[in-house]
Every structure is written in C-alpha cells, then in structure tokens.
C-alpha cells in the first residue's frame, strides 16, 4: 500500500514505527553494454508506475523472505532487520530514483539524433553509473547492521551457511555444465526475446555485433564463483566470533571487500571488458534505425518519468530516521550515518 508523499511526509515516532513494523510486513547482459542494450528492453514491461512499481514496492518484503530463508529468525530480530531495510529502501526511493531518471534523459536526449553521441557522453554515463553503485555500497544496510548480526546463534549461523552450501551445488548442478559458448548463445537469445518485447526487432547485423562482442570479452564467471565461495566461507567463520574485541572490525572490512572483489583481483581484465562493451555501445547506437530508435526512446523516457513518480510515494515501512541504521533522508539530502543519534527502535542486545 502506497500512500502519496505530498498527503503525508511526516516520520512516525517510536511507537508508532514500532507498531507498524510489527502489522505491516508485505512485502545479464556483460559489462557496460548494460547502458544501453538492458535499458531498451527493461522498458517493454517495465515502463509504467502499474507494473514497475508494483515490483519496486515489494523489495522490502521480499528482502525479509530471503534473509529468513537462509535463516529462521526470532520476532526481535525480524523487528530490528525491518528497521534496516526501511531505511535503505526509503533512502533509495527518495534519493536514487530521480538520479536513474536524469541519467535516462540524458542519455534519451542525446541519443535521439544519429551519430551525435560521442565517446566522452558514454564515459559519462558509464561514470554515472558507478556512481550510483558506490553510493549503494555506502548506504548497503550490511554496513550498519552489525548489532543485529551479533545476536545471531550458533544455531543460526550453521542453518545459513547449510542453505548457502546447497544453493552453491545447486547452482553448480544446473550451470556447470553448460560451455561457453552455449552460455553465450542463451545470452544471445534472451536480448533477442526482451528486445522483442519492446517492439525493438534486432537486425541480424546487430545479433552478431552482441554475440561477437560476447565471444571477445575475457570470462571471468569461474574466477568470480571460486571469490564468491571464498568470501562466504570466510563470513560464516567471522560470524561465529561474536566475542572476538575485533568483530565489529573484521565483519565491516570483510563487508567491504565483497564490493569490486573482481574488479581488485583482475584490474586489467576487468578494465579490458569495460572498454570492450563501452565501444560496443557506441557502435551498436550507430547501427539503430530511425523505427528503432524512435521506439526505444519513447518507452526509455516515459520509465525516466514512472521513475520520478515513484521516489515520490511512501512505502508503509517508513524508516527508522535514525542514522544508526543506514543513509537517512533530511530536508531533502540523502547522508551515510555515523552518529546513533536517538534511537527510533529498541536495540538488540
């Protein structure tokens, strides 16, 4: 359930935040070649405020589903998690949302001639983007929920690292096997289809320059598993040291770590596929027909515009206003906290 900003932009208090907590709960395309060949086609369903934001509004109740299907937690601390996901998702609403929109009209405005972007507005976007992820780094509520993470038990902590465990093999069971190249190829056929979606029908021309582009990049999917499985086993064993005068240290920095841990182990790859998919990207723009043009930037601008309609709204798990749990909205201002300030929640001890 929404309710309009403009009707109520008021924080609850304590009890009242407290009390809605607890009877409100509802809850790839490699590289940069994301800037524009994901964009076209996430327009096709996802455009209107009926259906994006029907998905958008339910992240924080899917957020406490996937926590708690790693792990069953206590009504305490489920209480204290919805703190900091409502935090996050509010800071997010209030402060990114508008950020993607300026960024889509940029790049609408510029693509809406043939040939007039060049490669410094890539570059742009391109930083535009990272941008934003840095700031979703910042912000991430694993950064702050460091006192929730202390309470959990033995018990709990094995329970996760169990469902981890067969999630890992699952993945493994149902991808392993599959070579590069049929890998490529379903990638190549999931743009075709999304594409399609959005009335943007790709010419054989530019399903090659993709595939091509595909086949050219260094894979780094086995190098990012053997990462992924190194850093989870590592958090499980930080996680069992609740005692240790260091936790607080050890999780934040092993937090840390899990953002850009490829890009710091392989620079010069990285680096290489980046540039690879920017110049892709500049090329494939080349290669839109007026139709196709004309479509894409049609549905790109009217979700700049769903976008600004959403940061808008209030989602009912309205935030703690305390800087303790995450990045907070003031007069309009999103800021990383890092005074507790009052406390709008009991604390778990």
């Known amino acids: ?6 009707r109520d932009r008021s924080v609850p208090d304590a009890s009242r935040h407290a009390r809605r907590l607890q009877s409100r709960a509802r809850l790839s395309v490699p ?5 524009l060949i994901c964009a076209l086609f996430l327009g096709a369903c996802t455009n209107s405020k009926f259906i994006v934001g029907a998905f958008y509004n339910r992240i924080d109740n899917q957020a406490l589903k996937a926590v708690n299907g790693w792990t069953d937690l206590t009504d305490a601390q489920n209480q204290e998690l919805r703190a900091y996901i409502g935090t996050v998702h509010t800071w997010h609403r209030r402060s990114q949302l508008p950020i993607y929109a300026d960024l889509i009209r940029d790049m609408t405005r510029t693509l809406s001639t043939y040939d007039q972007a060049t490669p410094a507005d890539f570059d742009r976007w391109i930083a535009g983007v990272r941008s934003s992820m840095e700031s979703i780094r910042v912000c991430h509520p694993a950064h702050y929920a460091l006192p929730l993470t202390r309470t959990l038990t ?12 067969k999630e890992r093999e699952a993945r493994r069971e149902r991808y392993g096997g599959r070579t590069r190249e049929q890998r490529i190829n379903q990638r190549v056929e999931n743009i075709t289809k999304w594409t399609g979606r959005l009335g943007l029908d790709l010419k054989d021309r530019q399903i090659a320059m993709i595939r091509e582009t ?3 990049q260094s894979s780094l999917n086995r190098e990012m598993r053997e990462l992924s499985d190194q850093w989870y086993e590592h958090l499980f064993d930080i996680a069992r040291q609740t005692d240790a005068p260091d936790y607080d240290q050890k999780m934040s920095s092993h937090i840390t770590a899990w953002f850009g841990m490829t890009e710091r182990a392989y620079p010069e790859e990285w680096q290489r596929n980046r540039e690879l ?13 007026k139709l196709q043009r004309r479509d894409a930037l049609r549905w790109l601008n009217q979700l700049a515009n769903t976008l600004d309609a959403m940061s808008l709204d209030t989602p009912d798990w309205l935030p703690a206003d305390d800087p303790a749990y995450g990045c907070v909205i003031r ?10 300030g009052d406390k709008a929640m009991p604390r778990l001890r």
């Open 1 to 6: 359930m929404i309710r309009s900003a403009a």
């Open 331 to 340: 007069s309009g201002t999103a800021t990383a906290g890092t005074d507790a």
């Open 214 to 216: 595909m086949v050219e």
């Open 154 to 165: 033995p018990a709990q902590i094995d329970q996760a690292q169990t469902h981890w465990r």
């Open 277 to 289: 998919w920017r110049d892709f990207a500049i090329r494939f723009e080349k290669t839109l027909s």
């Open 31 to 35: 590289g940069w070649a994301a800037l």
